[in-house]
């Protein structure tokens, strides 16, 4: 059973910096291209950026240059570095291993003065 559990959301200043992380479990992580979403409030759910076994990154364009997604298989765990935050950042941020259905509680990100 796939368990994924995000950490490191709250609420910060526009044009302050996030680290988000998410410990896996139950998968072989270190095969397992990651991806991380966000719901903004009132929105549907959208792709932020994705990293592939060989750490290969991708990013949307409304976070390119601001945010970078990496990883650490020794600890099945994905990270977002989010850097000079808009409010239009805020949203819930979710991780999932890419092609699969599973997905964990979120974290909550609030961008606000």
């Known amino acids: 059973q796939v368990q994924l559990v995000e950490s490191g959301g709250g609420l910060v200043q526009p044009g302050g910096s996030l680290r988000l992380s998410c410990a896996a479990s139950?998968?072989?992580?270190?095969?397992?291209?990651m991806a991380w979403y966000r719901q903004p409030p009132g929105k549907q759910r959208e792709l932020v950026a994705t990293i592939t076994n060989g750490d290969r990154t991708n990013y949307a364009d409304s976070v390119k240059g601001r945010f970078t997604i990496s990883r650490d298989n020794a600890k099945n765990t994905v990270y977002l570095q989010m850097n000079s935050l808009k409010p239009e950042d805020t949203a819930v941020y979710y991780c999932k291993p890419v092609g699969m259905s599973s997905w964990g509680q979120g974290t909550q990100v609030i961008v606000s003065p």
């Open positions: 139950g998968l072989l992580f270190s095969i397992n291209g």
